[in-house]
Structures are given as C-alpha cells and as structure tokens.
C-alpha cells in the first residue's frame, strides 16, 4: 500500500511524525479520510476522534481539539491544539 508522511504539531512542538497509509477525521464540511495521492486541500478539522492506519498497518487512535489539516503531494500536517492518544 502507498504511504505519506503524517506530521502533526502542537504549539509545544511535534507530536507525530511518520509515514501512514490512511488518517480518517472529521474536517469542517464533515468526516473524510486522506490516504497517499489525495488532492491537496486545506480544511479546518473539528474536534473529534481520529483513527490512523500506520506503514506497518498497526492502527493508532486519539482525539483532537480541532485545528487545521493541509494535504499537499505526499505529506500531510495537522495544526491541532492538542492531541490525547488513545488505546
């Protein structure tokens, strides 16, 4: 499966860098999910839960505070105020 790396930041710093093969979130027009080649965009991303599917197909979830989500070639960023992982 294609993969694209996953970036997540925080105002204190990275939370998340690795490469993923799908996130799945709720953005601002409602849920979505990004995997490798998606057109780029940017949409606000409210606060939810999110789920990952990594390389490995290992699956990692969490919750967001909302932010901003860019997809642009094979990267993706989520400007997000805080992230709590989940098991």
């Known amino acids: 499966m294609n ?3 996953m970036e997540i930041s925080s105002p204190n710093g ?10 799945a979130l709720r953005g601002a027009d409602g849920d979505l999910a990004v995997m490798a080649g998606h057109i780029p965009f940017v949409t606000a991303v409210k606060p939810c839960d999110f789920h990952m599917e990594l390389a490995d197909g290992e ?3 969490g919750h967001t505070s909302g932010g901003i989500l ?3 070639g094979k990267e993706a960023v989520l400007l997000t105020g805080d992230i709590t992982w989940t098991e």
């Open 59 to 61: 699956e990692k979830y």
């Open 14 to 23: 990275s939370l998340f860098h690795e490469d993923i093969n799908m996130i």
């Open 70 to 72: 860019t997809v642009s």
């Open 3 to 5: 993969t694209f790396t």
